[in-house]
């Protein structure tokens, strides 16, 4: 049997999440193996709003007061995502998960996240070759000097592996910084 067709039976023909019977489909619950206890049954509206996040609609995730208590682990997985996302701590905080599925749901977080943009101090999206503007006096350890107020830096890149930072170079020396000292130009 196909992974679409186990999930159309264990669904009972609808979306596992909102309820609705219209344009249903599979969705991976990420970090998956691609089989159907680690993949849901959605409708077009609630996979198109889970695969772009910036067009999420909160009214539509009202569903998530039900489908946050699946028995099926994927369905709770997605459900604990998408409330975290959506800023609803109060029902993140009420939902019970062993703590292999717990770790499965934080495993896609921490993924989802590596992805999210960096924002600058009045919270617009940095990305690399931006210029930005310090904007309180930084002392840089190890260099001997200060990074002053008002500085522009151009050309900034984002590294990976230091989190909520930028590099770029100040008075000749590259060095990291604190996006929540900067501003972009």
């Known amino acids: 049997?196909?992974?679409?067709?186990?999930?159309?039976?264990?669904?009972?023909?609808?979306?596992?999440?909102?309820g609705s019977s219209e344009g249903l489909s599979a969705l991976e619950v990420a970090p998956s193996d691609g089989t159907a206890e680690q993949s849901i049954y959605v409708c077009s509206t609630c996979k198109e709003q889970i695969q772009n996040p910036d067009k999420m609609d909160e009214t539509h995730f009202n569903c998530l007061n039900d489908s946050m208590w699946s028995a099926v682990p994927a369905v709770a997985v997605m459900s604990y995502r998408l409330l975290k996302a959506l800023g609803r701590e109060d029902l993140v905080d009420m939902i019970y998960m062993e703590d292999d599925i717990k770790a499965w749901a934080d495993a896609g977080l921490k993924s989802e996240s590596q992805n999210a943009a960096l924002r600058d101090s009045n919270g617009v999206v940095l990305s690399a070759g931006d210029s930005v503007v310090i904007i309180k006096d930084l002392e840089v350890k190890g260099a001997g000097f200060t990074a002053k107020r008002g500085t522009m830096v151009k050309n900034i890149t984002i590294p990976q592996d230091v989190e909520g930072h930028v590099e770029g170079r100040v008075n000749g020396t590259k060095i990291y910084l604190k996006t929540e000292f900067l501003k972009k130009a």
């Open 1 to 18: 049997m196909s992974v679409e067709k186990e999930l159309e039976v264990r669904s009972g023909g609808i979306c596992e999440l909102c």
